[in-house]
């Protein structure tokens, strides 16, 4: 596996701190308009922060710049179908290196924001990468 700074253990415990945030959020799992959902970030930004969503905040700012990178790509890699890609991790060098390239403060913010498909996107990345099959 291709990962060098990003350990397995990492990953799933940035999985179980994604799925005890989803778990928590009254923002997700909801159907809502764009206006709705406009609304629910405004008063989600000027409130303080949940607990579960700093602890995957944390752990991720936590992670040194090298792993947030390989964290970045391996999202990436699994956000789409396994059907509908034709990765095979050979590749995830090239999109390690444009991680590194598009990489500014927001990473973790960024990463954490996708909290609501981040295990599903985790989770395939990781199969990708070890050459299996995950949902």
């Not at 415990?13 to 809502?32: C, H, K, M, Q, V």
């Not at 602890?55 to 059907?83: N, Q, S, V, W």
């Not at 990489?103 to 395939?124: G, W």
Request: no cysteine; proline share 6%.
């Amino acid at each position: 596996m291709p990962l060098r700074h990003l350990t397995e253990a990492n990953v799933r415990e940035i999985i179980r701190l994604a799925n005890a945030w989803n778990t928590t959020s009254p923002y997700l799992g909801g159907s809502f308009t764009m206006d709705e959902a406009a609304d629910l970030l405004v008063e989600e930004l000027r409130s303080p922060s949940p607990p579960d969503r700093i602890a995957l905040h944390d752990y991720i700012d936590g992670l040194h710049e090298e792993a947030r990178h390989e964290l970045t790509t391996l999202m990436y890699f699994g956000r789409d179908k396994p059907e509908e890609q034709e990765r095979d991790g050979s590749d995830f060098g090239l999109y390690l290196d444009e991680a590194r390239e598009i990489s500014d403060q927001y990473d973790v913010d960024h990463i954490a924001a996708k909290s609501p498909n981040l295990p599903r996107y985790l989770t395939r990345g990781l199969a990708i990468l070890k050459g299996t099959t995950a949902v």
